[in-house]
Structures are given as C-alpha cells and as structure tokens.
C-alpha cells in the first residue's frame, strides 16, 4: 500500500540553524514526490515537487530511491519559514495525493 | 485570479442531519479534488473528478457521501446523514488537465463539526 511518513509531528529550530524534516514513503511504483506548505492562516500550497530539481525559498530535496526518502532542507532556517509541511506521494495515473501526517515547523528567533 | 473557494467556511450540524459542501475551482480547471483531514490523522483523498466525470473515487469513505460536478464547473459534496465521525477540514482542490496537472491548488477548506 502507498503510504508517506513524516515521523516527526514536531520541528523546533533556531533562524539561522540548519533544518531539515523527514519524509519517507512506501510506493511499488515510480514515485513523484511532492512538499505542500500550509502557513498560519492560509491555505495548502505547493512548495516543491522532485521532478523540477528547483530550490524554493531555500529549501531543497532530494529522491532518494534507495532509502525510499524525499527529505526537505534548508541550510539557514528563517522565522517565515514557520508552517505546517506536508510530503505528499503521487501515484501515476491516479493523479490523487497520498500525504503524510505533517510536521509543523517552527523557528524561533 | 481567484484561487479555489469553498463553501462554508464552517459547518456544526447534529448527527443525522445532511450538509452540502461547494467547491469552485479555479477557471479552466478541468481536475477537481476532494480531501479530508480528520483531527489527528492525514489528509486523505477521497474523489477526483475530470470535468463532470469521476475519475476515482476509491476514497470515497462510504455511501453517504455524495460528490457531483455538473456541468463541469463548481462541485458539491453532500453528505446524509452525518455521523460524527464525519467531522474534519474538507480541502477542494484543482488543477489544469495534462502533465502537470499534478500542481493541485488547495481551497481554503470547509470545516466540519458533526456533534
């Protein structure tokens, strides 16, 4: 069964350290991998996805296949930064989401 | 632009009663998706609609729940009776058709209170 984990629920982290929240997913297929980001008070958005390879607002991650992870990353966390993200699994040809449970990030001054 | 609007913004009903959910996707949007959060678990997909047609509706969680889009516009989410397990943040999301359709833009949400 397709599923995504995001094992930690909770990221606490200084601005300016570097950050970074897990995910891993279980898919027999070929994966696209996706992060949404909900900041307080607005909606679900795309934050990146690993076809694109693109670095946005900082963050960046990486497929990788072999450890079955798709990590988000940014060197130099920033108080802005503070959200709820969410890895999200599609499924070729289904185009519907899987997601994970989210980790909410927050950074402190 | 607008983005994806959703109607009501909150909803508290007793069990049994019925309660509509709207969804206007973004103009041109051709896909239109439904999710729910259920407090303490994941955002879990329930129906996907290409223009008027269900494409997948696996996650449909049982017969009470209806989706319709006609016309291939707006969509409404019905469901009767309400239990309260049914309670959660309603998402509606939308995106264009083709390769890259997988860029889904998120409404606001609908939350719902079954007491």
């Known amino acids: 069964a397709q599923r995504v984990t995001q094992p930690e629920k909770l990221l606490s982290v200084f601005k300016g350290a570097p950050v970074e929240l897990k995910c891993n997913y279980s898919y027999s297929g070929s994966p696209e991998l996706f992060w949404y980001v909900q900041y307080s008070r607005q909606r679900l958005q795309l934050l990146l996805r690993h076809i694109s390879r693109e670095s946005i607002k900082g963050f960046t991650a990486d497929l990788n296949k072999g450890e079955t992870s798709f990590h988000l990353k940014k060197p130099f966390a920033q108080e802005e930064d503070s959200a709820m993200y969410y890895c999200?699994?599609?499924?070729?040809?289904?185009?519907?989401?899987?997601f994970g449970k989210g980790t909410k990030l927050t950074v402190n001054p | 632009e607008a983005g994806v609007t959703q109607f009501p913004s909150h909803s508290v009903i007793e069990k049994g009663q019925t309660v509509t959910l709207r969804c206007d996707p973004i103009?041109?949007?051709?896909?239109l998706y439904w999710y729910r959060r259920v407090m303490g678990k994941e955002i879990k997909f329930l129906l996907h609609f290409v223009k008027e047609s269900k494409q997948d509706e696996s996650g449909m969680p049982n017969n009470r729940f209806l989706a319709e889009r006609t016309g291939g516009t707006y969509s409404t989410l019905k469901v009767q009776p309400a239990e309260l397990e049914d309670s959660g943040v309603y998402f509606c999301?939308?995106?264009?058709f083709g390769r890259g359709s997988y860029e889904q833009y998120f409404g606001p949400g609908t939350r719902l209170t079954v007491t």
């Open positions: 999200a699994l599609g499924q070729g040809g289904s185009e519907k989401l899987v």
């Open positions: 103009s041109g949007h051709d896909n």
């Open positions: 999301a939308s995106s264009l």
